[in-house]
Structure formats: structure tokens, C-alpha cells
């Protein structure tokens, strides 16, 4: 019977290699430019994983319970195994959920240190708000960096349409508390009057190429339904002055 077993145990070793093959054939990166997946060796370690719970398992139950059949013995190792499988993997996701959203929630907790990097004061159109050829802003930087900037001007709803946008300036340098005044040339798309205005306003902490999640993008508007969702801050969009300060 241990003869018998050590040969089914070194042909399970040899499908090692049919396994291999499958897995290198069949298992190759996909997905387009933004993200490719990578599968490779997946198979065969899931392979080695489970003859390894099986051989164990079977080889003992020959050495304690002799009076199961060969046939019998390997069947129940392999349930067994495939349930211990089984159960590791739930448990193992249940863990990864678990460390993930502890991670998660310890990173939303640090971002609050940064949701008033940046303060917007006051702002407002020139000439006016019914023909507005640009839009000031004024603003407060609590953490210095690379600013940046863009502004959107839609009709009112959900679907409006997009009347006028900005890309704002190129990237400026500021400092620890400083109060900057920050210009939109606007370029209008379509005619109409915007009613939904929107800023977001970025401070990279980092040199060029670099990112941290110190980093601040915030978005201000008139309807928020949330202050952080991990990548923006949110905040609500105070009214335009009436007319330009002096």
C-alpha cells in the first residue's frame, strides 16, 4: 500500500510540469495601456499548495488509520485539502478587506491635517458676472508646493452643458502662508450663462514626477455631498463678490 501511495504521490509530482506549461501558455499579462494584469504563476503555486495539503495529509492517514482503502484515503485527503483551501482563502480575503479598509481609514484620517492646505477667501468676475471675460480668486496656502489650477463653468443640473472653462496659469511656487491672487482667462464652448461654477485647485508637495499623499486637490462648488472620497477634498463654493474689490 506505501508503494502504491509513493507512486500516486510521484505522479501528482510530475503533473507539476503540465501544469507549469498550462499555466505559462495560459496565464499572460493583459489589459491596455493604463493597466496591465499579470497572472502568471498563479496556477502552478495553487497546484503546489494543494498536493502538498494532499501528500501530507494522505501519508498520514496510511500511517494511523491502515484499514482504509489506497483509494479511499486519497479521496479524502483531496475533499480535505480543497476545504482547507477553500476556508484559507475566504480567510485570507476577509483579512486583506480588513487591512485594506484600516489602511484606508488611516489615510482619511491623516488627510484631514490637509483639508485647509488651501482656502479660497473670496473671488469674482471681471467685467462682470453676465458678460465675465475672467475670474479672480484670492487665496490662502497653508503648506508650500507647486500650485495649480482649473475652472469650470456649466448651466445649471446634473447634465448642463459646458459654457465656459480654464486651465488657469502655468504652475507657480508658493510658500507656507501665503495669500495669492489667482486669474482664469476664461474660453467659452457654448453660449448661455453659467450658474454652476466649480474651481479645483491643486498643491503638489513633491519635486516634478513625484507624488505623495500629502498632496492636495480640492475641488470647491456649490452642492457637495461629501468633504474627502481619498483623492479630492470637497468643499462648498462661497458666492462671488458683487463687484471687484479695490
Known amino acids: 500500500m506505501l508503494r502504491n501511495h509513493l507512486l500516486i504521490c510521484f505522479v501528482l509530482a510530475l503533473l507539476c510540469i503540465p501544469v507549469y506549461l498550462l499555466d505559462h501558455f495560459s496565464s499572460k499579462s493583459t ?3 493604463w493597466i496591465a494584469l499579470d497572472f502568471s504563476n498563479l496556477l502552478i503555486r495553487a497546484y503546489f499548495v494543494l498536493i502538498g495539503i494532499h501528500i501530507t495529509i494522505s501519508t498520514l492517514l496510511i ?3 491502515h484499514h482504509y482503502s489506497l483509494g479511499k484515503t486519497h479521496l479524502f485527503s483531496a475533499i480535505v485539502s480543497l476545504a482547507i483551501i477553500t476556508i484559507g482563502l475566504l480567510l485570507f480575503n476577509k483579512f486583506d478587506h480588513y487591512s485594506a479598509e484600516k489602511k484606508y481609514e488611516a489615510i482619511r484620517e491623516q488627510r484631514k491635517s490637509y483639508f485647509n492646505d488651501i482656502r479660497l477667501i473670496r473671488w ?3 467685467p ?3 458678460n465675465p471675460k475672467e475670474i479672480h480668486v484670492d487665496l490662502v496656502m497653508a503648506s508650500a508646493g507647486r500650485f495649480a489650477a482649473q475652472a469650470n463653468g456649466n448651466e445649471d443640473g446634473g447634465n448642463g452643458k459646458n ?3 480654464s486651465d488657469g496659469e502655468l504652475q507657480r511656487l508658493v510658500n507656507h502662508g501665503d495669500t495669492i491672487h489667482y486669474v482664469f482667462p476664461l474660453t467659452f464652448n457654448n453660449p ?3 450658474r454652476n461654477i466649480e474651481f479645483t485647485f491643486y498643491l503638489f508637495k513633491h519635486p516634478v514626477g513625484q507624488s505623495g499623499t500629502d498632496d ?3 475641488i470647491f ?3 457637495i455631498d461629501q468633504y474627502d472620497d481619498g483623492s479630492y477634498f470637497y468643499e462648498k463654493l462661497i458666492l462671488p463678490l458683487d463687484q471687484p474689490p479695490e
Request: aromatic content about 24%.
Open 216 to 218: 492636495v486637490s480640492k
Open 128 to 130: 462682470d458676472e453676465k
Open 163 to 165: 459654457i465656459f472653462y
Open 63 to 65: 500511517f494511523y488509520l
Open 124 to 126: 469674482w468676475f471681471l
Open 31 to 33: 489589459g491596455g495601456n
Open 192 to 194: 448661455g450663462q453659467a
Open 221 to 223: 462648488k456649490e452642492s
